[in-house]
């Protein structure tokens, strides 16, 4: 394994745990999780990219415009973050976890998650952002398991999960003079 494929597993792996015990706490941090994660898996499927370090550049220059535009639009960046994330989260589902082909209702079910994620995001901000950083976060994570182990994979995702919402979840209870 060469080692830009190793500093992507790695940088994969830091930024899902950044999302899943941080991602309420640091909204950016949401905002550009998810757009470091969608480039470092779209890039190489939509266009012919030899290089993983190339992948790597574009993924961290989408994370930092998307972390730019959280600080400067709230509200219109975490609602784009959440359609995206929630989109990413049923294609993944759909494509990777179940198998299922890509047809045009699979695509339209990416669409309705993408959507109902973005809403999910602009009415129930923390609650939606808890959910779905520890959704995504867990998700990169797990990623990095070998496929072979398919239930020991869905374990460690759906465990990662609940520790990553109830852990957010603590952490967004405290008083402010706790902080």
Do not use: C, H
């Not at 109902?116 to 923390?126: E, K, N, R, S, T």
């Not at 520890?134 to 182990?149: F, N």
Request: hydrophobic content about 65%.
């Amino acid at each position: 394994m060469s080692a830009e494929i190793t500093t992507m597993r790695a940088l994969r792996l830091l930024v899902g745990a950044a999302l899943l015990f941080l991602g309420r706490q640091l909204y950016w941090l949401f905002v550009a999780g998810v757009g470091f994660v969608m480039t470092m898996d779209l890039v190489p499927r939509l266009v012919q990219v030899d290089s993983p370090l190339v992948v790597l550049i574009i993924a961290l220059a989408a994370g930092l415009v998307g972390a730019l535009l959280a600080v400067l639009l709230q509200k219109a960046a975490i609602t784009i973050a959440g359609f995206l994330a929630g989109g990413y989260a049923v294609l993944a589902l759909l494509n990777q976890a179940l198998r299922l082909e890509m047809t045009p209702l699979t695509w339209a079910l990416v669409l309705v998650g993408a959507i109902l994620a973005g809403m999910f995001m602009l009415v129930l901000f923390d609650g939606a952002l808890v959910v779905l950083s520890s959704l995504i976060g867990a998700w990169m994570i797990t990623q990095g398991l070998d496929p072979a182990r398919g239930l020991m994979t869905g374990v460690a995702f759906v465990v990662l999960l609940a520790m990553g919402m109830a852990i957010q979840a603590g952490l967004s209870r405290r008083r402010p003079a706790d902080r």
